[in-house]
């Protein structure tokens, strides 16, 4: 949890009240639940992407070779 946020106990116990702590946990037990149920997903709502529109999307970071013969 502590790497989560990037802190130390200390910095908890001598700035944070209970209620922000509790808050913290509640909302980094919701994004993990979030994050498995996203990562769990098994329908098929899944999007393909074409290799031309990725390498678009990507400014440029991904090169897309074609093959010979295409």
Same mark, same amino acid.
């Given at each position: 949890? %502590?790497?989560?946020?990037?802190?130390?106990?200390?910095?908890?116990?001598?700035?944070?009240?209970?209620? %922000? %702590?509790?808050?913290?946990?509640?909302?980094?037990?919701?994004?993990?639940?979030?994050?498995?149920?996203?990562?769990?997903?098994?329908?098929?709502?899944?999007?393909?992407?074409?290799?031309?529109?990725?390498?678009?999307?990507?400014?440029?970071?991904?090169?897309?070779?074609?093959?010979?013969?295409?």
């Amino acid at each position: 949890m %502590l790497f989560e946020w990037h802190i130390t106990p200390d910095y908890i116990v001598t700035n944070w009240t209970d209620e %922000l %702590l509790l808050l913290m946990t509640d909302k980094l037990v919701e994004r993990k639940n979030r994050e498995t149920n996203a990562l769990s997903r098994t329908d098929d709502t899944s999007q393909s992407v074409s290799p031309e529109t990725l390498a678009a999307m990507s400014n440029g970071m991904i090169k897309v070779e074609k093959k010979h013969g295409d």
